[in-house]
């Protein structure tokens, strides 16, 4: 392969890792699956051979059913959250129109999502109201103590409260969970250098 093929395929990759940071940064119009932790595995009892339903067993609830926030995490595949949260989504990133968004969130149900709750934050932070902003971003990590982007966007508004090292440790945590490669890491560690919150 010649050099000026090599220099283009090399040029390319580059390229294409750029716009890949670009788009991850500010996250995905898409939220990310909820953390769930599966039960200790018990030991079954054994099967009966009845005619009669078993009455003990909960029925088998659909999602518009469902009254268990718990059990609301489930809406990862349902249509009507997807739309609501991409609409959102585009509210905030598209239109920059935070206020609108707050509500359009809110209205998903879904407030102890991880992903939820840090546009909400995200959206009270762009409107200057930093307390519910970091109100909501705990919240955030207490549905996902991994969730990444709250991780960043939490550091970020650290670097705005002038919280340097609460910054560095939140970067720290975004090491540990995705690596210094990981587009939220590089967000973050450039706000640092720079003093600049992209985001």
């Given at each position: 392969?010649?050099?000026?093929?090599?220099?283009?395929?090399?040029?390319?990759?580059?390229?294409?890792?750029?716009?890949?940071?670009?788009?991850?940064?500010?996250?995905?119009?898409?939220?990310?699956?909820?953390?769930?932790?599966?039960?200790?595995?018990?030991?079954?009892?054994?099967?009966?051979?009845?005619?009669?339903?078993?009455?003990?067993?909960?029925?088998?609830?659909?999602?518009?059913?469902?009254?268990?926030?718990?059990?609301?995490?489930?809406?990862?595949?349902?249509?009507?959250?997807?739309?609501?949260?991409?609409?959102?989504?585009?509210?905030?990133?598209?239109?920059?129109?935070?206020?609108?968004?707050?509500?359009?969130l809110e209205a998903l149900g879904?407030?102890?999502?991880?992903?939820?709750?840090?546009?909400?934050?995200?959206?009270?932070?762009?409107?200057?109201?930093?307390?519910?902003?970091?109100?909501?971003?705990?919240?955030?990590?207490?549905?996902?103590?991994?969730?990444?982007?709250?991780?960043?966007?939490?550091?970020?508004?650290?670097?705005?409260?002038?919280?340097?090292?609460?910054?560095?440790?939140?970067?720290?945590?975004?090491?540990?969970?995705?690596?210094?490669?990981?587009?939220?890491?590089?967000?973050?560690?450039?706000?640092?250098?720079?003093?600049?919150?992209?985001?």
């Amino acid at each position: 392969m010649s050099n000026l093929k090599m220099k283009q395929l090399s040029l390319g990759l580059l390229l294409s890792a750029a716009v890949s940071v670009s788009a991850f940064a500010a996250g995905s119009d898409t939220p990310t699956a909820p953390v769930t932790t599966a039960p200790p595995a018990t030991k079954a009892a054994p099967a009966t051979t009845t005619n009669t339903p078993d009455k003990s067993a909960p029925e088998k609830k659909h999602w518009w059913q469902k009254s268990d926030p718990a059990d609301k995490k489930s809406s990862i595949d349902d249509p009507a959250f997807l739309k609501g949260y991409r609409e959102a989504y585009s509210t905030i990133y598209e239109r920059n129109d935070y206020t609108a968004a707050i509500p359009q969130l809110e209205a998903l149900g879904q407030n102890d999502r991880a992903d939820v709750a840090n546009l909400i934050g995200y959206s009270y932070r762009k409107l200057g109201k930093y307390e519910l902003a970091s109100a909501w971003y705990e919240r955030a990590l207490k549905a996902d103590p991994n969730h990444v982007r709250t991780w960043q966007y939490y550091g970020l508004w650290q670097i705005e409260q002038g919280n340097r090292d609460q910054a560095v440790y939140h970067l720290g945590k975004i090491e540990k969970i995705c690596g210094k490669g990981c587009p939220e890491y590089q967000s973050l560690s450039a706000a640092l250098t720079t003093g600049q919150t992209a985001y």
